[in-house]
């Protein structure tokens, strides 16, 4: 089936250091999301990215569907960033919203 | 941002027992999606739906049954309950475009003893 490999597993930063979290997928996906899981549980999304570069705040995605890879981009850490970060690609028509296959995640902690 | 909320946070069921796990949306959205999370697997999609009245079988669907009786309700039911499907469960709702993102429920926790 289809699969997604994030890496690094985990990353230990310094507050103010820059993260790059690397999405792989086995298949071409029609999209990529980003999501936040907070310690405790609860999913926030954070960018949705069909191709190229998005930005919002201190986050920068980068999707190239046709080498089947994705990148977050966190600047400047702050020790509120701490926790995991999960990439889901899409497969499906565009713009259906179709089902989301899920990476097991980078799970970040920023110290001060 | 959409507002999905789940019910009951927490359940404990017993081995063999019915368990209901219940979601709702309040944007509108057409699609809903049901996902379990345990550790080292990742999120796995159990059933979705496209709107009321549709159910679609996820990758991992054994065990499971769901129901969209409106556009924003969503439930997962485990006939029969076992040990292993005590997991965090997710709700999701979504639509589509270009930049379609899905968000998530608070999640409910199961314990099947």
């Known amino acids: 089936g289809q699969q997604v490999q994030q890496s690094p597993a985990s990353l230990v930063l310094q507050e103010g250091e820059n993260a790059e979290l690397q999405c792989n997928f086995s298949?071409?996906?029609?999209?990529l999301q980003w999501f936040y899981q907070r310690p405790g549980g609860s999913l926030v999304s954070l960018l949705s990215?069909?191709?190229g570069t998005k930005h919002t705040g201190r986050l920068t995605s980068t999707t190239v569907t046709k080498e089947r890879r994705g990148s977050l981009h966190i600047s400047s850490s702050q020790i509120t960033d701490s926790g995991t970060y999960l990439c889901?690609?899409?497969?499906?028509?565009?713009?259906?919203?179709?089902?989301?296959?899920f990476g097991k995640g980078t799970k970040l902690s920023v110290k001060s | 941002e959409a507002a999905v909320t789940q019910s009951p946070r927490n359940k404990v069921a017993v081995t063999g027992g019915k368990v209901t796990l219940s979601c709702n949306q309040t944007n509108n959205h057409n699609n809903m999606y049901w996902y379990r999370q345990d550790t080292g697997h990742g999120l796995r999609l159990i059933h979705y739906s496209y709107g009321a009245g549709s159910t679609e079988k996820g990758d991992i669907p054994d065990g499971y049954k769901a129901s969209r009786p409106s556009q924003e309700n969503f439930s997962l039911i485990l006939e029969l309950a076992t040990p292993s499907q005590t997991s965090v469960y997710f709700c999701a709702s979504g639509d589509g475009g270009l930049y379609a993102e899905q968000f998530f429920g608070p999640g409910t926790r199961l314990t099947v003893l």
């Open positions: 990215n069909p191709s």
């Open positions: 889901a690609m899409e497969l499906g028509s565009w713009g259906s919203n179709a089902k989301l296959t």
């Open positions: 298949s071409t996906a029609t999209r």
